[in-house]
């Protein structure tokens, strides 16, 4: 198992690994930061994922290039929702999402998956197996993102599914700290899911 996760690194420049242990850090920081409605989930996150954006450009795999690049901006439209609406139950409370944020967030996950493809299309790249898998994790992912910025607790939802896709692909295409990364997000995102669970029904019975 360990040679697994470490043969792929052999022929790889140091300063890569450098930077994809730099993703790996900021990313669990980010997560851990996200459960604990703390703003440093962003600036933590932004780090991650423009790196990973590079990373994943020089590998070659365009659909997780796209989704950390949306990762980027959202990072930063969520750093400023969260900056404005604050941490307190007045001004940014962690809700569910209403029937209305429901439909939009199936919309931007159909939406996504057929702009990746697109994409893949545009620049003729060859479309694989694990690059449909690619679609799928990309459209679940913008969707969870854009309800993170909203405070709802379905993003951690969202999350978790996209989390235990993305492990095994990440396995098989040799990216052996990425997909590590994203086991300790999935155990991160259901703690976090339970933690928000909790403030809800809290504020349920104090109503």
């Known amino acids: 198992m360990i040679d697994f996760f470490l043969d792929s690194y052999k022929n790889a420049p140091l300063w890569h690994i450098a930077l994809e242990f730099l993703v790996f850090v900021c990313g ?3 997560v851990w ?17 423009v790196i990973s954006v590079y990373l994943l450009y020089v590998a070659g795999y365009i659909g997780d290039m796209i989704i950390n690049a949306y990762f980027s901006i959202m990072s930063i439209y969520g750093w400023y929702v969260w900056a404005k609406g604050g941490t307190t139950e007045d001004n940014l409370p962690i809700t569910r999402t209403t029937f209305n944020e429901k439909i939009i967030g199936i919309l931007l996950f159909i939406v996504t998956v057929f702009v ?11 479309i694989h197996k694990d690059n449909y898998v ?3 994790s990309s459209g679940i992912f913008f969707a969870g993102m854009w ?14 599914i996209g989390d235990i896709i993305v492990v095994p692909l990440y396995a098989y295409r040799g990216l052996g700290m990425l997909s590590l ?9 259901i703690s976090a899911y339970l933690e928000w669970r909790k403030i809800l029904d809290s504020k349920k019975q104090i109503s």
Do not use: C, H
Not at 147 to 160: C, D, P, V
């Open 181 to 189: 990364q994203y086991i300790i997000f999935t155990i991160l995102a």
């Open 147 to 160: 309800y993170m910025a909203r405070k709802k607790i379905e993003n951690w939802t969202l999350w978790i």
């Open 116 to 126: 990746v493809f697109g994409i893949y299309k545009y620049f003729d790249y060859e």
């Open 134 to 136: 690619d679609m799928i």
């Open 33 to 49: 930061f996200a459960k604990k409605e703390n703003i440093w989930v962003y600036p933590t996150g932004l780090i991650a994922t």
């Open 28 to 30: 669990i920081l980010s």
